[in-house]
């Protein structure tokens, strides 16, 4: 999930220069991305109620698949946009899913450390997300002599004038293989705790009347404005004000801010 969910940062001084849109139209792509998961997060436990762990999961990955595939086969802004609300809608789906299906494949008792150490395994992907891309887009910036099969099939698929697009199709083996890995997996009856149920549609409208719930809103807004913001934004930083390339230096500082974010968070998770 973390490879898919964290390239924005690398990727959006390529979607400025590549599809020449201002910088407030390329942080509409985060939007649209974050936008998802408020569409999706509510219906996301009505899902799991009604169709159970694997065949949600499964059908996320398919999301994530098509809408990964979709702009890799017709790179450009709009299709950028629809792209990325796929993917933040499959995403938000697979997390209220998995929470759940982590407590009981790996047992209640076991849950904290479990939990913890998908936090290090989610952190270790946006991690490597960023240095994937830099790999491939500098590969296949340089001449085809001696490429390994990976890059001569990408370089087949990829538009010549936007390498970085390459990215996507790995994304889009990633959720394809998902797919098939579910689909063969045995899962564990998941019986959901109290607090863990979607709940009814009366419980939310009497939700939105609270005034705590709205702190809670803004306070995670807020969060998650800052951590976003920071990392879709500072490859684009290093670039404007220090004329840092960002497809060496820029995605090196997005992936040491996920590594050392995830680190963190594992640590104080420890403590």
Same mark, same amino acid.
């Given at each position: !999930?973390?490879?898919?969910?964290?390239?924005? %940062?690398?990727?959006?001084?390529?979607?400025?220069?590549?599809?020449?849109?201002?910088?407030?139209?390329?942080?509409?792509?985060?939007?649209?991305?974050?936008?998802?998961? %408020?569409? !999706?997060?509510?219906?996301?436990?009505?899902? !799991?109620?009604?169709?159970?762990?694997?065949?949600? !999961?499964?059908?996320? #990955?398919? @999301?994530?698949?098509?809408?990964?595939?979709? #702009?890799?086969?017709?790179?450009?802004y709009r299709v950028a946009f629809v792209s990325w609300?796929?993917?933040?809608?499959?995403?938000?789906?697979?997390?209220?899913?998995?929470?759940?299906?982590?407590? @009981?494949?790996?047992?209640?008792?076991?849950?904290?450390?479990?939990?913890?150490?998908?936090?290090?395994? #989610?952190?270790?992907?946006? #991690?490597?997300?960023?240095?994937?891309?830099?790999?491939?887009?500098?590969?296949?910036? /340089?001449?085809?002599?001696?490429?390994?099969?990976?890059?001569?099939?990408?370089?087949?698929?990829?538009?010549?004038?936007?390498?970085?697009?390459?990215?996507?199709?790995?994304?889009?083996?990633?959720?394809?293989?998902?797919?098939?890995?579910?689909?063969?997996?045995?899962?564990?009856?998941?019986?959901?705790?109290?607090?863990?149920?979607?709940?009814?549609?009366?419980?939310?409208?009497?939700?939105?009347? /609270?005034?705590? @719930?709205?702190?809670?809103?803004?306070?995670?807004?807020?969060?998650?404005?800052?951590?976003?913001?920071?990392?879709?934004?500072?490859? /684009?930083?290093?670039?404007?004000?220090?004329?840092?390339?960002?497809?060496?230096?820029?995605?090196?500082?997005?992936?040491?801010?996920?590594?050392?974010?995830?680190?963190? @968070?594992?640590?104080?998770?420890?403590?």
């Amino acid at each position: !999930m973390s490879l898919l969910t964290n390239i924005l %940062g690398p990727i959006l001084p390529d979607i400025i220069n590549s599809f020449h849109v201002s910088l407030t139209a390329a942080g509409f792509l985060a939007f649209a991305f974050f936008i998802a998961y %408020g569409v !999706m997060s509510i219906p996301a436990g009505f899902l !799991m109620e009604r169709f159970h762990a694997k065949p949600v !999961m499964i059908w996320s #990955f398919v @999301v994530s698949t098509l809408g990964a595939l979709a #702009f890799a086969l017709f790179p450009g802004y709009r299709v950028a946009f629809v792209s990325w609300f796929a993917i933040g809608a499959a995403m938000a789906v697979l997390q209220v899913v998995v929470v759940p299906l982590l407590r @009981v494949a790996g047992g209640e008792e076991h849950y904290a450390f479990n939990s913890t150490l998908s936090q290090l395994v #989610f952190g270790s992907a946006s #991690f490597i997300s960023p240095r994937i891309y830099s790999y491939l887009v500098l590969s296949l910036a /340089k001449s085809p002599v001696h490429e390994n099969l990976l890059l001569r099939t990408l370089r087949r698929l990829t538009p010549e004038q936007f390498p970085w697009v390459s990215i996507y199709w790995i994304f889009t083996a990633s959720s394809f293989l998902m797919v098939f890995w579910l689909f063969f997996s045995k899962f564990p009856k998941v019986e959901q705790t109290d607090d863990e149920r979607a709940g009814s549609w009366d419980m939310y409208r009497s939700l939105v009347r /609270k005034r705590v @719930v709205w702190l809670y809103f803004i306070a995670m807004f807020a969060y998650i404005g800052c951590e976003q913001g920071t990392a879709d934004w500072i490859s /684009k930083f290093l670039y404007t004000y220090h004329g840092f390339d960002p497809q060496t230096t820029g995605a090196d500082a997005v992936s040491w801010f996920w590594g050392c974010s995830q680190a963190g @968070v594992s640590w104080a998770c420890c403590s």
